[in-house]
């Protein structure tokens, strides 16, 4: 279905998504009244199951170590702000990066990465077995169970599964897939959002510059949440160029500045610049690049990034918070109870399907069921079914 309806194109720039030339729905709907189809996306999502289990979703810190850390809601929302902020820069479509920043950790386990490779890790040893012609492919990607989420697991609507969003804002969610899992989405849907994994290519600058915020935002954040945790100093950072450049810019405009509103100023200064470094790149490779429509982006080479000096600082910086906050013995030591939970959970379901919610015992392939079941699970509700069925208290 090509929309034809709503069209808000008005200062669009003719290389940014219009949602008049949508490519368009998996079941042709009719056009809302007062809406694009790309703000109806965006409002579909806020309004889903999924979304609102975002906020008892861990970021890097445990949902119940602290009320102030970022969550993979307020994640969202900072990655929408960023994207959208950048989008009207370059005349982009800003409710297409809004609807794809808010799906595009709906697939998220609980406990961030940790819940994900423990469970990634049950697959690849399950899921062949049980599942020998599921079509989905085997082992647990986050950005699949995103496109999953809003494809067929949300169940809203009557006549059919998922949310029923746009192309654009699906090939948007579906960041990376491995190439197994591209030809298994390439077969249900030829042509489709796995298309570019076989073939190359790229998706739309809205769908690029999601992923581009998607990374400002959590280098910057985590650098706060680091720091109120305690587990890093501004002492620590000082030997991160990047940071520190910001930090020292921030003491010369306000000499006396300590303490959490340094931190805060140092980095305010360090997003606004990589928002800013984000914009001139772009709009210079773009208009190196001379595309015009929306098909020249997709047939070429990414074109939203940073300048190759931001880009080298950044690389830098996301060093220094692997090896200081990712991999910090109190963040590890949290990140292997997190995995048990995942996997004990995964055992005992596979064991004993009644002991879920029937819709996900009834599933055909056992071990995608489980997956599916646990990976929407936040991590409260996670640690209170593995307390439930084992008995253990892994996090009191
Ligand atoms: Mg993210």
Request: proline share 4%.
């Amino acid at each position: 279905m090509t929309g034809t309806g709503i069209v808000s194109a008005e200062g669009l720039a003719p290389y940014a998504s219009n949602p008049a030339f949508s490519r368009g729905r998996r079941y042709p709907e009719p056009e809302a009244p007062t809406r694009t189809a790309y703000q109806r996306d965006r409002d579909r999502v806020i309004h889903c199951t999924a979304f609102r289990r975002l906020v008892y979703k861990t970021q890097v810190f445990l949902n119940h170590e602290g009320d102030l850390f970022r969550t993979r809601l307020t994640h969202s929302l900072e990655v929408a702000q960023l994207g959208r902020s950048i989008a009207r820069s370059l005349r982009l479509n800003e409710d297409l990066v809004e609807a794809i920043a808010l799906a595009h950790d709906l697939g998220h386990t609980p406990f961030g990465h940790a819940g994900q490779d423990a469970l990634n890790e049950c697959l690849r040893n399950r899921g062949p077995q049980d599942a020998p012609d599921a079509g989905d492919g085997w082992g647990f990607e986050h950005n699949l169970q995103s496109l999953r989420v809003v494809d067929e697991l949300e169940e809203r609507y009557p006549a059919f599964d998922g949310l029923n969003l746009c192309f654009e804002t699906r090939e948007g969610v579906l960041k990376h897939c491995s190439r197994a899992n591209a030809l298994r989405l390439e077969q249900q849907e030829p042509g489709g959002v796995a298309w570019r994994f076989l073939h190359g290519g790229s998706p739309s600058l809205e769908a690029q510059l999601c992923n581009l915020a998607d990374e400002i935002a959590y280098n910057a954040h985590d650098i706060d949440d680091g720091v109120r945790s305690g587990l890093l100093s501004m002492e620590q950072l000082a030997e991160v160029e990047l940071f520190e450049h910001y930090r020292r810019l921030a003491l010369t405009h306000h000499p006396s500045l300590a303490g959490r509103r340094l931190l805060f100023e140092a980095i305010r200064l360090m997003l606004s610049d990589q928002v800013y470094d984000v914009i001139d790149t772009t709009r210079e490779r773009i208009a190196a690049s001379g595309v015009e429509s929306v098909d020249a982006v997709r047939a070429g080479p990414r074109l939203v990034a940073f300048s190759e000096g931001m880009r080298e600082r950044t690389r830098v910086l996301k060093i220094f918070l692997l090896r200081n906050l990712y991999r910090h013995p109190q963040v590890m030591e949290t990140t292997q109870r997190a995995r048990r939970v995942v996997s004990d959970l995964f055992d005992l379901y596979m064991e004993k399907p009644s002991e879920m919610p029937e819709a996900h015992g009834q599933r055909q392939h056992q071990a995608r069921a489980v997956a599916d079941y646990i990976a929407g699970m936040t991590d409260r509700f996670a640690i209170r079914e593995h307390e439930r069925l084992l008995g253990a208290v892994l996090f009191p």
